[in-house]
């Protein structure tokens, strides 16, 4: 008769109280040759030091650069244990960067089309309207 | 060409200060122990010969085996086991600072530590404090124990300590008449092997596949594998191809397997724990007690655990009556029909409430009038065994860990279940 226990794991709240950053890992792909990887190339060697920018201003990242032939890609890792390569080919430095900070910023969860209003592991504050606490004369009679 | 960027200029080289621990809480840490050692009884089936003899007298077959419980129990989370493979040796047994390894096992060298990018990566995505040394934190990614380094071992036991402590304090403080199998279970929900690992790999560390001939391969600094999970010895890194489906258990493996529901603690689950453990160790050598509990209060109690979902009642009325009764209360037990509609329809709904006089315990909707009165006395019971004490400003109450601890806050009449 004693109550038993039902074995649960409990549920991440990333940001609540604290947050670690989803992408932990970005791999730099580029050719040194190739003309499709020129934007990545300027983005590297860019005087204003744009790489060692990055770097110092997320510290919770790993940058990783390899220089290999083919068209440019970058690899971002994720906590979920997604890997997701970003082509980024002939593309201008400013569009480099945007996409290095883009990606870096998400979760690793594909993005979906939510059409609810609220998307939430804890219940209403509020309860669910129930007919049965209005007050016997003023409910409604089928 | 492999080049890799390191970033962390900011952070000096500050020898690691060991505090030596806190009398007071080695202390508490002490009475809970005790406690949990007096609940043992309840959680073990002490009922196995009985069991045994009842089974040769019905059947007649011969005596199964019964299962083995090697599994490690909730309830010895705090009894640390002395690692012996490394020969340790001590003059005393309660001289804990005498404990030595007669194996001789090095320190990573912080200059070395200080060149890993992952190691930079993680004790930033962490917000650890200055004072924790990326040498610890390499420490606390080791498992091999005979490669020579420092191993987490100790590490661990300190961390797992420290996270036994603190949740079952919030626990305790926070939900005083939780049933002890409930109490052990959130318990496991906070910090059982599968969560530690879930939180591991959420925080980005890697595992250590490579073996030494494709590092050499791919000639790859030194200090890389340094910011790695290493726990797979240099056979099974060299064994990739491992077939789909077909995993042959270790012996560690072996000893997790449970018999009745043939699951079992894999060694790459246990290694991401364990590391989880030791990071949290780790901060308690570095930066002390207060440092800790801010990092497991934050990392691992913000996580939700369902707690209302977690009980399974098997007769709920008795055990509400029951209740009542240790409660003392004068009136019966009533459970009353409140409202209902279309009684006669496919679709009726009734709710029934759990009256003891003119007080209301729980009152639960159903389909029917045993539905309704079911989990109208099973909302009772939970709100009954998930009281949560407040203080007399309404705000959360202080934990025995606080400063100018008082215990406050009104628990009711009838005794705290603990």
Redesign the interface.
Known sequence: MPVKAIPKVSIPRNGVSSFVRPCYKVSLQYCNWGGSSQGVRDFLTHPNKLVDRFAQNNKDVMFEILSKGGHPTFTFHYANGQKQAVDVRNLKVGDVARKLQEYMHRSGNEPFKFNHKVLSNNESVRGIWSPFHVAKNDRHRI | ?????N??VSYTNTPGSCRTPNLRKVFQIQTLQKLEIRSFPFTTPNIAPVMLRLLLRNSRLAPRRLPATTRITVASYNTAQLDTSLGPKYDSITDYGSYRNSVFTHRLPESTALQS??L??LH????LPQEYTFSTLSQALNMDKFGGLANNFGLSTLGKTFLSYYISEHLLLKYPRL?M??H???V???M?V??LA??G????I?VDRSSKLDKALAKEPEFLQYGRLRYLSERSKELKAEETGVHELSAEELQTMNNSTHQFVHRETEAFASSVRAIIGGIYTHCGEEATKTFI???IL?????LQ???????PT??LARVCEKLGLEDPLEIRL??E??RLSSHA?F?AGAFVGKEKLGEG?GSSLGEAKTRAVVNALISY?MYSPISAEGTEIKLPSEEKYQFEGIVGTGDVAI
Request: hydrophobic share 40%; no cysteine; glycine share 6%.
């Open positions: 060409m492999i080049s890799y960027i970033y962390f990018p992952q930079a990566a930033s995505r962490l917000r049933p199998p409930v052990n279970a959130a496991d929900a906070y059982g599968e969560v879930e939180i790999r959420s925080w980005g890697e209060h934050s990392h913000s996580r939700k655990v369902p979902e977690m009980f399974q009642f098997s007769r008795m055990e409140i409202a509609t279309g709904i709710m909707v065994y």
